[in-house]
């Protein structure tokens, strides 16, 4: 069975320092991974997705995500947040049933 | 090129009513997948329909259904609308069917903000 978990559901950072938003998956198989952000009032938009190349994706945006598969792991990262990072992040698997499993969200604050 | 369109974009109804919300995707794109969005159960796929056909079903009651057309654009219907139905929802437009390889590039609308009273 597919799941992920995003394991803070909200974190703030101040502007300028750097970014780590959590995520741990359960697959049976190899899996693809992806993140996404979703502004107020905005739908979902697709920062990076993982399927089985490199384990090291850079996304845009500058935020980056390592695939680590002993840890189940596929944590977003970005060396320093800008106000405009605020928002929802969804870290999702994908299953081999045509099927998108979203995490929970983290709400990402930035302080000035 | 035009992104995916969502109408409308928000929506007032009462217990019992019914409502139909329609989307039409990215040019070209021939698969359309909704989710549910709320506060308390997160992100919920819905189901997926490629080439008219319905490829996928989330776990959600008959109430909810949906059907795409030959120029890919697509409705979802909910019957009978309660309370709990009360979310934004989310339609999402790909190239190929979820089932794909190397798919999950999902194109998302705004979606619409079903209030339901």
């Known amino acids: 069975a597919q799941s992920v978990t995003q394991l803070d559901s909200h974190v703030s950072v101040s502007e300028g320092t750097p970014v780590l938003l959590r995520c741990n998956y359960s697959s049976s198989y190899s899996p693809s991974l992806f993140w996404y952000v979703q502004h107020p009032n905005k739908g979902l938009q697709l920062l990076l997705k993982y399927t089985s190349a490199a384990t090291l994706v850079k996304g845009i945006n500058g935020f980056e995500a390592e695939f680590k598969k002993s840890e189940t792991s596929f944590h977003l990262t970005k060396p320093s947040a800008h106000m405009s990072d605020a928002a929802e992040y969804f870290c999702v698997v994908e299953s081999g049933a045509n099927n998108l499993f979203f995490g929970t969200g983290t709400r990402l604050t930035v302080i000035p | 090129k035009a992104g995916v369109t969502q109408t409308p974009r928000y929506l007032i109804k009462t217990r019992g009513q019914q409502v139909t919300l329609s989307c039409s995707p990215i040019?070209?794109?021939?698969?359309v997948s909704w989710y549910q969005q709320t506060p308390g159960q997160g992100l919920q796929f819905l189901f997926e329909?490629?080439?008219?056909?319905?490829?996928n079903k989330g776990n959600f009651p008959g109430r909810f259904s949906g059907r795409q057309f030959s120029n890919s654009r697509s409705e979802m219907n909910v019957s009978t609308l309660e309370l709990g139905d009360s979310a934004l929802y989310l339609c999402?437009?790909?190239?190929?069917?979820?089932?794909?390889?190397?798919?999950?590039?999902?194109?998302f609308g705004e979606g619409s903000r079903l209030t339901v009273l």
């Open positions: 999402a437009s790909s190239l190929e069917s979820l089932a794909a390889s190397n798919t999950g590039e999902l194109f």
């Open positions: 329909y490629f080439s008219e056909t319905q490829r």
């Open positions: 040019s070209g794109h021939r698969s």
